[in-house]
Structures are given as C-alpha cells and as structure tokens.
DNA sequence: GGGGTTATGGGG
DNA sequence: TGGGTATGTTGC
DNA sequence: GACTAAGTGATA
C-alpha cells in the first residue's frame, strides 16, 4: 500500500467564510487583562457554544484508561459551592454534582486523582446535557488543560515521597508544558480549598447512593463501587499488594492492587473504589475484580465519612482463625502484631535490609527497621533446643538437656531463616535472629518465656506449635528488626494467636 | 484440619491448573474426572492465542501434529483465522515449564503450567453466551497464591534436604558492638540449588 | 461519558 | 522567528 | 456618526 493512500488532509486550504454572530455569553472581554473568567458550576451556560473555565472539588474519578488506539479517558465527578447537593425531596444529603470527562492522545496527559477533595481547574472545557446532568468535556489533545491543586497540605504522592514538594498555590500536576496562573486566582484557590475542607466535615460526600455494601456484592449484576477500611496490605508479589477490605456491612474482601499504581495506599486508610466485579471463580476467600479503569482512592483529612469508619472498622481476625483450621489457607496470615511505638517507621524490604544495608547510604545510617517475611526454616530444628542457659559473663550458652541445673539465665537463641516478596525468585533464604539475651524479643511468643523445655512440657507443646505456625505456607511475620554487629535481632514483636 | 473447596469452582482452566500445582506438577496425578474436551473461546489469535473459558485466558500450545492434523482436517481453515471463534480441545495434558515470568505474561514467578493441545477442531458457527470479561489466570489471586504454595512446599523441602547442618552465630560473635560489621553473614546461599 | 488497551500483555 | 505540516474544529 | 449585515477566518 502506497504511503499516500491514507487520506491525509491537504495543508493548503481552500478559505472559507462563515459567519459567527455574537455569541451568548461569552466570558466578559478580558479588559483588566484577565485572560480566563472562571464560572461556578451551575452557571456555566448550558446554551452556550464557548469554552468555559472554572474550579471544582473531584468527589470521583476512574483511573486514566485507554478507549481505543488514540484515545484515553478519564471521568470525574465535581462539585463546588454551587452544585453539591440533590434538591429533590427524600434524597436527604445524597451529593449533586457535575461530571468531567478528560480525552487525551496520551495517558500522561491526563490527571491521576488518588483522593477525594482535591481541587482541580479546567480550562477551556464545553458543557452540555448527558443524561440530565450538566457534563463538561474537555479535550486535553486540543486546547482544554487542567491543574490540580491539593487541598490538603500535600498531595498523595507527596506525603509518600513521590512527588516533588509545592506550595499551596502551586498545582502538584498539571497537563501540559507550563503552567500559568493570574494573580486573581489565588483567593479562588483559597477560597474552594477552605469551602472542600468543609463540604468534607459536614458532609460525607460520597453518599449511600454512590456504593454498594460488601455484603450486598455478590448480588450485584455488573460492577459497583465500595467504601472500606484497609485492614492490611500483604506483598503478594514484586509488583502487587494485596488489601485486605472490611466495610460498615462487616464483610471482609480481598483486592489486588498494583503497586506502581496505587502507591499511596496505607493499612488503616478509608478508601473508595471507583469499580469492582464480584469474583466468581475465587472459592477459598471473597475477592472483588478491579479493571484497567478502576481506582482506588483516599479521603482529605478533613472527611467525616473516612473519620467515621475509621474508627468504627476494626479486625476481628476472624478470616484468619478460620484459615488456621485448614490443612492449607490461601489467605495469608500475618501472625504478629508491633509495638505501637513503631507505627511510623517505615518497612524495608530483605533484599534492602542484606543486600543494600551497606552500600546505600540511607539504610547503612538507621539500625532499627521495619519488615515482613515468610519463615521456611528455623534452627535449632529440635524445638527444646530453642532455649539455653546463659551465662552473662562468658557469653557462653549451654544446652538445657540433662538433669543438672545450670547457672546462668534462660534465653531463647532462635534462628529463622526467611525470605519475602523481594528475595522470592533467588536461591538465598536470609537469618533473622530472635536472641533474647539482651531482652530484644522477649516477648515474641506471645507470654510463653524462656524455660526448660526439656522439662517444661507445657511450653514445649506450645512452641512446638508455634514452629508449626510460622513454617507453614502463607504464615508471615511483620516485625520490628535491630541491627548489631551485621545481625538482625527482632524486637518489639509479638505473634497474636 | 479441614480440607476446603466447599464449593465447585467454576472456571474449568482454574479448576484444572490448579490442580496440576496441587499435584506437585504431575499430570499423572490429576483426576481423570477433569480431564473432559474443553469448549473455549479464541480471544486473539495475533500476535499471542488465547482462549478462555468465560472468566479466564490461557495459552493453548499446539503440538506439532495437533496442528498437521487440523490442517489436514480443515484444509481451508487457518489458523489465525480462529479469532472470536469457537474452538474445541479434544485431547490434551498439562506440563509444569520454567519460563522467565518477566517476559512471559501467561506465567507467574517463573512458572507455567502449559495446556498441551494435541488435537483440537472449530466450530465456526457456534456462539458462546457472553460471559466476564475474561482475564489472565496469571494475575489471579488464589491462582497466584497456588503457586506460591507450590514454591514454599518446594523450598521447604529443598531446606530439610540440603541445610542439614544448622549453624547458630554464637552470641559472642553477634554482641561485640562492631558498627561496621557487614549484613551479608546473614545470607544464607543454597547449597545445593539448581 | 459507568468504561475493555497491549512496543504497556503487573499504571494505561 | 517564519514557513511548512499535521491536526482539531467549524462551516457548508 | 451609529448601527447592522455581511465578510472574514486556526494553531501548535
């Protein structure tokens, strides 16, 4: 085929005339060389043919997909002071709102929204009627652009590092090449940014008409959205995590949610996801589909919704105990808990914690760390060797076995021998130590103590089955580590069953 | 302990590839109950085949003689062609490959369990009722975490075979106070690997 | 537009 | 910066 | 001189 054959358009055109009568309310001549007039939501001309400008607070979005072979999409829904609330009568505080639909030539070019009550600005977009509802089209592969401001004090990406810090008035992204801003805009900004802080705390924004309850899921037809707690997030692998779900219904529910995109999910976090299939063909736990289109995405600070369940959601562990009784569980099951101390440090992955603890200068400066791992082996593999009599000053340890009494304290002198997400696909397995000898990890097992398990039969039953527990398939432990002498000891660590 | 599987799995590729992991690898060893025609849906052709099975595609590998045969069978049939069509796999056997899961996208951690065809025909005329939007068993959560079950069964005995020799640091040795002891005591190489 | 890509076949 | 080209939009 | 109709005409 001939390279011309495609019908491209000819560059030489033929002038044409026509005639364009003064538009409808077109934005007021940019006299004080204000170049874009932005408008309230419902006052954006529904007749009119012109661009309009405006602010809004995103209460949705799917996450940028791909329609065909040079299109991608995102859709949102906006509010703003004036569209936030269903007027009718017995809608009670349901959300009104207007949609935004993105097109762009590249995925890049359109915005990833990972929480709600962020501030987005749109320029150059069309409105008209679809379905009763005022939509806004914008065309980013033409003339429209949009910025997002975030109205909280950093945007997702920037409380995880993932992004470069900006000011308030600064967008943490934005389409195109620049980025331009009048000097008028900065008391809009302030202005709606203060109002979403609001809408939030008075309102839950995503209202019951917006979601499904997980324990309605399997009924549904096709997808539904859902708001729920995350109660954990289990590497599955080098590129996923796998959340674990509860909402108001009580009803738990696994997803798995890629890392690269969804990076800013935190265990304990209030999430809502645009879009999910109830999976049919998982048999061993309830697993909901997600799509290319789907997203997953937090709250403002401010959101009562998010505080709400929050702190009504809790984990009763009871998916796990029940896995517990099967000879084989595909849930995974983390079986210790930290102290709460270390609720914000931040976990390192086996391969950063033995392969980069001495080369990266990060890591090389810190010596306590957080990590989870699988444990394949642990040594000794004769359990009553776990404990062993310690003497202070020698440093010597000696074996309990035998009638004598020996001097010294008991301690426990384990080895696990572990591996995870990072380490998963190499022939190394990594020694992480539970040495109780300086009262690191004293309480590992949970109010068992060290005594003499070759007399103690009650303690060497239960951590006979202890060493079951942690070398069996899909049992981790999260674990606080210290780093001595090249030696990882765990600390602060404790299995809850 | 409690077997579970309460419940009968839907998905026929789910059902049978989980089972050749469940059966440490052996087709032998699967239930000769499973090992019934597959009727699945041809979802591409070009550049990779995939067929499903109304929630799941897999990559069918034709043996050579599968492949004379149908051509002999259905001389103005290609094979390409099959895309949106319906197909039937008549006889058929799964094997456990290790494959580089970075490239192949019909594998998991440097696993796959390959559905061999070895005789397989079309059915032009006939339509499947439209079903899920079919996705990679390979991204499969339980799927997944089959594998993995698979692999930790594996490396455990791997470990009981080969670290016969435990060997504890001394506490002596890990109290000194050396700050620039390096980590790597701690790695543990397979003995015995490959 | 409440949706279905692909040299991206573990952001799309 | 200016001309040429590719592409979006609008008018016919 | 003010107002209207018709002509003009993109832009990254």
Same mark, same amino acid.
């Given at each position: 085929?001939?390279?011309?054959?495609?019908?491209?358009?000819?560059?030489?055109r033929?002038?044409?005339?026509k005639?364009?009568?003064?538009k409808?309310?077109?934005?007021?001549?940019?006299?004080?060389?204000?170049?874009?007039?932005?408008?309230?939501?419902?006052?954006?001309?529904?007749?009119?043919?012109?661009?309009?400008?405006?602010?809004?607070?995103?209460?949705?979005?799917?996450?940028?997909y791909?329609?065909?072979?040079?299109?991608?999409?995102?859709?949102?829904?906006?509010?703003?002071?004036?569209?936030y609330l269903?007027k009718?009568?017995?809608t009670g505080?349901?959300?009104?709102?207007?949609?935004?639909?993105?097109?762009?030539?590249?995925f890049?070019?359109?915005p990833?929204?990972?929480?709600?009550?962020?501030?987005?600005?749109?320029h150059?977009?069309?409105?008209?009627?679809?379905?009763?509802?005022?939509q806004?089209?914008?065309?980013?592969?033409?003339?429209?652009?949009w910025?997002?401001?975030?109205?909280?004090?950093?945007?997702?990406?920037?409380?995880?590092?993932g992004?470069?810090?900006?000011?308030d008035?600064?967008?943490f992204?934005?389409?195109?090449?620049?980025?331009?801003?009048?000097?008028?805009?900065a008391?809009?900004?302030?202005?709606?940014?203060?109002?979403?802080?609001?809408?939030?705390?008075?309102?839950?924004?995503?209202?019951?008409?917006?979601f499904?309850a997980?324990?309605?899921?399997?009924?549904?037809?096709?997808?539904?959205?859902v708001?729920?707690?995350?109660l954990?997030?289990?590497?599955?692998?080098?590129?996923?995590?796998?959340?674990?779900?509860?909402?108001?219904s009580?009803?738990?529910?696994?997803?798995?949610?890629l890392?690269?995109?969804?990076?800013?999910?935190?265990?304990g976090e209030?999430?809502?996801i645009?879009?999910a299939?109830?999976?049919?063909t998982?048999t061993?736990?309830?697993?909901?589909?997600?799509?290319?289109?789907?997203?997953?995405?937090?709250?403002?600070?401010?959101?009562?919704?998010?505080?709400?369940?929050?702190?009504?959601?809790?984990?009763?562990?009871a998916?796990?105990?029940?896995?517990?009784k099967?000879?084989?569980?595909?849930?995974a099951?983390?079986?210790?808990?930290?102290?709460?101390?270390?609720?914000?440090?931040?976990?390192h992955s086996?391969?950063? =914690?033995?392969? &980069? @603890? *001495?080369?990266? $200068?990060? /890591?090389?400066s810190?010596?306590?760390f957080? %990590?989870? +791992?699988?444990?394949?082996?642990?040594e000794?593999?004769?359990?009553?060797?776990?404990?062993k009599?310690?003497d202070?000053k020698?440093?010597?340890?000696?074996?309990?076995?035998?009638?004598?009494?020996?001097?010294?304290?008991?301690?426990?002198?384990?080895?696990?021998?572990?591996?995870?997400?990072?380490?998963?696909?190499?022939?190394?397995?990594?020694?992480?130590l539970?040495?109780?000898?300086?009262?690191?990890?004293?309480?590992?097992f949970n109010?068992?103590?060290?005594?003499? =398990?070759?007399k &103690? @039969? *009650?303690?060497? $039953?239960? /951590?006979?089955?202890?060493?079951?527990?942690? %070398?069996r +398939?899909?049992?981790?432990?999260?674990?606080?580590?210290?780093r001595?002498?090249?030696?990882?000891?765990?600390?602060?660590?404790?299995?809850?069953? | 302990?409690s077997?579970s599987q309460?419940?009968?799995?839907?998905?026929?590729?789910k059902?049978?590839?989980a089972?050749?992991?469940?059966?440490?690898?052996?087709?032998?060893?699967?239930?000769?109950?499973?090992?019934?025609?597959?009727?699945?849906?041809?979802?591409?052709?070009?550049?990779?085949?995939?067929?499903?099975?109304?929630y799941?595609?897999?990559?069918?590998?034709?043996?050579?003689?599968?492949?004379?045969?149908?051509?002999?069978?259905?001389?103005?049939?290609?094979?390409?062609?099959?895309?949106d069509k319906?197909?039937?796999?008549?006889n058929?056997?799964?094997?456990?490959?290790r494959?580089?899961?970075?490239?192949v996208?019909?594998?998991?951690?440097?696993?796959?369990?390959?559905?061999?065809?070895?005789?397989?025909?079309p059915?032009?005329?006939?339509?499947?009722?439209p079903?899920?939007?079919?996705?990679?068993?390979?991204?499969?959560?339980?799927?997944?975490?089959?594998?993995?079950?698979?692999?930790?069964q594996a490396l455990q005995?791997?470990?009981?075979?080969?670290?016969?020799?435990?060997?504890?640091?001394?506490?002596?040795?890990?109290?000194?106070?050396?700050?620039?002891?390096?980590?790597?005591?701690?790695?543990?190489?397979?003995?015995?690997?490959?």
């Amino acid at each position: 085929m001939s390279s011309a054959a495609k019908n491209q358009r000819s560059t030489s055109r033929v002038t044409k005339k026509k005639t364009t009568g003064p538009k409808d309310a077109a934005p007021k001549k940019a006299e004080k060389g204000s170049k874009y007039e932005y408008v309230e939501l419902t006052k954006a001309q529904l007749t009119s043919v012109t661009a309009q400008h405006f602010y809004a607070v995103v209460i949705d979005a799917t996450f940028p997909y791909k329609t065909n072979q040079e299109r991608y999409i995102c859709s949102l829904k906006i509010v703003d002071p004036s569209l936030y609330l269903k007027k009718e009568k017995g809608t009670g505080d349901n959300s009104d709102y207007a949609t935004l639909v993105l097109y762009a030539k590249r995925f890049e070019d359109l915005p990833i929204i990972h929480r709600l009550g962020d501030i987005i600005r749109i320029h150059r977009a069309t409105i008209r009627l679809y379905n009763g509802q005022r939509q806004f089209n914008a065309n980013i592969f033409y003339s429209s652009s949009w910025a997002l401001f975030s109205t909280d004090k950093k945007s997702a990406l920037q409380e995880i590092g993932g992004q470069e810090a900006t000011s308030d008035l600064v967008p943490f992204s934005h389409s195109g090449k620049n980025f331009t801003f009048q000097k008028n805009e900065a008391g809009i900004v302030q202005n709606i940014r203060k109002w979403a802080q609001q809408y939030f705390t008075q309102y839950s924004v995503i209202s019951n008409d917006m979601f499904t309850a997980l324990n309605k899921a399997q009924a549904q037809k096709g997808d539904f959205d859902v708001v729920a707690k995350i109660l954990q997030i289990h590497e599955l692998d080098e590129y996923t995590n796998e959340l674990k779900l509860k909402d108001a219904s009580g009803q738990v529910f696994y997803t798995l949610a890629l890392k690269l995109k969804f990076p800013h999910l935190r265990t304990g976090e209030v999430v809502r996801i645009r879009s999910a299939t109830y999976d049919e063909t998982s048999t061993q736990k309830k697993v909901l589909l997600l799509s290319h289109y789907s997203n997953i995405v937090t709250f403002i600070s401010t959101s009562k919704l998010a505080k709400e369940l929050r702190g009504k959601i809790t984990d009763d562990r009871a998916v796990e105990k029940a896995a517990l009784k099967q000879d084989v569980s595909l849930s995974a099951v983390v079986l210790t808990e930290v102290d709460k101390k270390h609720a914000g440090l931040p976990a390192h992955s086996l391969h950063d =914690l033995f392969h &980069n @603890a *001495d080369s990266d $200068k990060e /890591l090389s400066s810190k010596d306590t760390f957080r %990590t989870q +791992f699988y444990v394949t082996k642990i040594e000794p593999s004769d359990v009553k060797e776990w404990v062993k009599a310690y003497d202070r000053k020698t440093k010597k340890v000696t074996s309990l076995k035998g009638s004598a009494a020996k001097g010294g304290d008991n301690i426990f002198q384990v080895s696990f021998l572990v591996k995870d997400a990072s380490t998963q696909l190499n022939n190394n397995t990594y020694r992480v130590l539970l040495y109780t000898h300086d009262g690191l990890g004293a309480n590992f097992f949970n109010g068992v103590k060290a005594d003499n =398990l070759h007399k &103690n @039969a *009650d303690a060497r $039953k239960k /951590l006979e089955e202890y060493s079951e527990l942690l %070398t069996r +398939f899909n049992s981790y432990v999260d674990a606080v580590v210290e780093r001595r002498n090249g030696f990882y000891f765990i600390k602060d660590t404790r299995i809850v069953y | 302990m409690s077997k579970s599987q309460q419940v009968q799995q839907q998905s026929a590729f789910k059902q049978l590839y989980a089972e050749l992991f469940n059966n440490g690898g052996d087709f032998g060893k699967v239930s000769n109950n499973l090992k019934k025609p597959l009727k699945c849906y041809v979802k591409e052709s070009y550049p990779h085949f995939l067929v499903t099975d109304g929630y799941f595609f897999v990559t069918p590998y034709f043996t050579k003689e599968a492949v004379t045969e149908f051509h002999s069978k259905f001389p103005n049939v290609n094979i390409v062609d099959l895309h949106d069509k319906v197909i039937v796999i008549n006889n058929w056997s799964l094997e456990l490959r290790r494959v580089n899961s970075a490239e192949v996208f019909t594998s998991y951690a440097n696993l796959e369990a390959r559905l061999i065809v070895h005789s397989f025909k079309p059915n032009l005329q006939e339509r499947l009722n439209p079903t899920r939007y079919p996705v990679n068993l390979y991204r499969d959560d339980e799927f997944k975490t089959t594998i993995q079950h698979f692999r930790h069964q594996a490396l455990q005995q791997s470990l009981a075979k080969n670290l016969k020799q435990e060997n504890i640091p001394d506490i002596a040795k890990v109290t000194g106070g050396d700050k620039k002891a390096k980590v790597d005591a701690g790695i543990v190489r397979a003995s015995t690997s490959k």
